[in-house]
């Protein structure tokens, strides 16, 4: 009896309502599906996600500061941070710091970079469109900020012992200072990165940098490739 007068109805309904549920069920599953989707790609890209909404915020955090400080945007230095550090303290060892050189030494290095008296294939290009002005305020934006110790630098206990000899013997504090802190258009090298020292005194050796006053040529020539790493470690870690 049920059996007779449901099954035609239940039939009736299904094929005049057949498309209509189709497309509800269809809509209904990829509804679902998109929701899925949506909180799998929350789990697995939210922190990029706010990574990238906090960059988006840094930038207009400098950006009002700049507009409110009169400044240009995005600011000069900005394009020094990547490789020199936020506050000109490189945390690779292979990059200058900048941090509490004197103004002059940063000045003359800069505009050395710009006349060809010194090459580096970042440096060189960066140096050439800088003009004087902006050498000037670089110099004095770095010279001004604070150098911090090398903490990044692991440094070997008995090759700092052999080098701070070398220091000692090379009477290297009589131009760059009592403290290695420079001065003038002596630089500082107290807490330099260590692949930075030695690559620089590799090239006053074998003369692909030289300074104007001849200075480094004398004093690296001497030196070994032993006494190179020895005298890095140690001034890396001061
Ligand atoms: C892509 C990386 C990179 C960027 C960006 C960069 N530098 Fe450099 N900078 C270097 C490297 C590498 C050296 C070392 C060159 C060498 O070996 O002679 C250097 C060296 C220097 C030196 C000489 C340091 C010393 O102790 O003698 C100064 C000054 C300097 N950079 C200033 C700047 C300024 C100012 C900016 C921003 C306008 C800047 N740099 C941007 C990579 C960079
Ligand atoms: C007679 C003075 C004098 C003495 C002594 C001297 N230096 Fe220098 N040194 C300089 C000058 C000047 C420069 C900068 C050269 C330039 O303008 O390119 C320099 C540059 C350097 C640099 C490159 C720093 C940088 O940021 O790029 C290193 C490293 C260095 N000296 C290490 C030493 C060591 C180690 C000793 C001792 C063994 C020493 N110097 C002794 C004058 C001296």
Redesign the pocket.
Same mark, same amino acid.
């Given at each position: 009896m049920m059996g007779t007068t449901t099954t035609p109805r239940k039939a009736r309904t299904a094929t005049a309502t057949a498309p209509r549920s189709r497309a509800k069920r269809f809509f209904a599953w990829t509804g679902g599906l998109l929701l899925v989707a949506a909180i799998v790609a929350g789990v697995l890209y939210g922190p990029e996600l706010i990574g990238l909404y906090q960059v988006g915020k840094q930038i207009d955090t400098i950006a009002a500061d700049s507009v409110r400080t009169g400044g240009p945007w995005p600011r *000069?230095? #900005? *394009?020094?941070? /990547?490789? %020199?550090g936020y506050d000109g303290n490189a945390r690779a060892q292979? /990059?200058?710091?900048?941090a509490g $050189?004197p103004e002059a /030494? !940063?000045?003359k $290095?800069?505009a050395g970079?710009a006349a060809g008296t010194?090459? #580096?294939?970042?440096?060189t290009p !960066? *140096?050439l469109s800088?003009s004087d002005k902006?050498?000037g305020a670089? *110099?004095a %934006?770095?010279s001004k900020m604070a150098p911090l110790p090398n903490a990044t630098f692991h440094a070997d206990p008995a090759r700092v012992a052999r080098g701070e000899a070398l220091v000692k013997g090379g009477s290297c504090t009589a131009c760059h200072g009592q403290k290695l802190e420079g001065n003038g258009e002596f630089?500082?090298l107290a807490g $330099?990165g260590y692949d /930075?020292l030695r #690559? $620089?005194l590799m090239?006053f050796k074998d003369g692909t940098?030289r300074d104007p006053m001849g200075a480094m040529a004398g004093v690296a020539a001497p030196l070994s490739q032993q006494n190179i790493d020895d005298l890095a470690q140690y001034l890396a870690s001061r």
């Amino acid at each position: 009896m049920m059996g007779t007068t449901t099954t035609p109805r239940k039939a009736r309904t299904a094929t005049a309502t057949a498309p209509r549920s189709r497309a509800k069920r269809f809509f209904a599953w990829t509804g679902g599906l998109l929701l899925v989707a949506a909180i799998v790609a929350g789990v697995l890209y939210g922190p990029e996600l706010i990574g990238l909404y906090q960059v988006g915020k840094q930038i207009d955090t400098i950006a009002a500061d700049s507009v409110r400080t009169g400044g240009p945007w995005p600011r *000069a230095t #900005d *394009a020094c941070v /990547y490789c %020199h550090g936020y506050d000109g303290n490189a945390r690779a060892q292979t /990059y200058p710091r900048l941090a509490g $050189q004197p103004e002059a /030494y !940063l000045r003359k $290095q800069l505009a050395g970079f710009a006349a060809g008296t010194r090459t #580096d294939p970042t440096m060189t290009p !960066l *140096a050439l469109s800088m003009s004087d002005k902006e050498i000037g305020a670089f *110099a004095a %934006h770095f010279s001004k900020m604070a150098p911090l110790p090398n903490a990044t630098f692991h440094a070997d206990p008995a090759r700092v012992a052999r080098g701070e000899a070398l220091v000692k013997g090379g009477s290297c504090t009589a131009c760059h200072g009592q403290k290695l802190e420079g001065n003038g258009e002596f630089p500082r090298l107290a807490g $330099q990165g260590y692949d /930075y020292l030695r #690559d $620089q005194l590799m090239r006053f050796k074998d003369g692909t940098r030289r300074d104007p006053m001849g200075a480094m040529a004398g004093v690296a020539a001497p030196l070994s490739q032993q006494n190179i790493d020895d005298l890095a470690q140690y001034l890396a870690s001061r």
